[in-house]
């Protein structure tokens, strides 16, 4: 049973463009949602986190928003660059220092 | 503070074979994590520590697996009687529970078994 399902597969945008990578989950005592980027060869780093008491969270280009009553939650980013193409997992556990439950991912490419 | 680091970067076995993986984390962090992750999908927990203690286990964890973390610092991850299906890459992240929690990944270990 997927905890977490992430759309679409994969993404191709435009330099300078906005990218949108979509979850939904069905746990609702999931309360904290992190997104991951992940590199070809490397692990996963953590890009941007939020707990479901806030509808929005900005770092940066990066942009998580959240809706608590639809159990969804998505990622824009903002004028996407060539350096972001990159494979972009959400996530979710049941705190910050409990184990993570990844969606599938989606591979962003973004075209110079 | 030099990261996460996990040896070996890429292990080629024969099936039946038993293979060990070591992962060091970041100084200091007291929680460590190991996580499997297959090609176009995302990591799925295996289990995590506490310093010394393994606190949970995932069903994924089948008996063929063990782990250690016996003082406390690096832990290793051993697969007896490998499988084809064990082919994956296995990845180790550390966190400190008096902080953020953030997770920090290393690079990895990918295993094929042929």
């Known amino acids: 049973q997927q905890q977490v399902k992430q759309s679409p597969q994969s993404l191709i945008v435009q330099k300078g463009g906005i990218s949108i990578i979509n979850c939904a989950y069905e746990n609702t005592a999931f309360d904290y949602f992190p997104w991951y980027q992940q590199f070809p060869g490397k692990g996963p780093a953590l890009l941007i986190a939020i707990r479901p008491d806030v509808s929005e969270k900005k770092e940066g280009r990066f942009t998580i928003s959240f809706n608590k009553s639809a159990k969804q939650f998505s990622l824009h980013i903002m004028d996407s660059q060539p350096g972001d193409s990159a494979t972009y997992f959400c996530?979710?556990?049941?705190?910050?220092?409990?184990?993570?439950?990844f969606g599938k991912g989606t591979r962003l490419h973004i075209l110079p | 503070d030099t990261g996460v680091s996990q040896n070996p970067r890429h292990k080629i076995t024969k099936r039946g074979q038993n293979v060990t993986f070591r992962c060091d984390p970041i100084s200091e962090h007291n929680r460590l994590y190991w996580y499997r992750q297959t090609l176009g999908q995302g990591p799925e927990f295996l289990t995590y520590?506490?310093?010394?203690?393994?606190?949970?286990k995932s069903r994924l964890l089948s008996d063929r697996f063990s782990a250690e973390r016996p003082k406390g610092s690096f832990s290793t991850l051993e697969i007896q009687r490998t499988e084809q299906g064990d082919s994956a890459m296995y990845l180790c992240a550390s966190s400190f529970s008096g902080g953020s929690g953030e997770q920090f990944f290393g690079p990895g270990t990918r295993l094929t078994v042929l």
């Open positions: 996530a979710a556990s049941m705190g910050r220092y409990d184990k993570i439950i």
């Open positions: 520590f506490q310093n010394e203690a393994q606190l949970e």
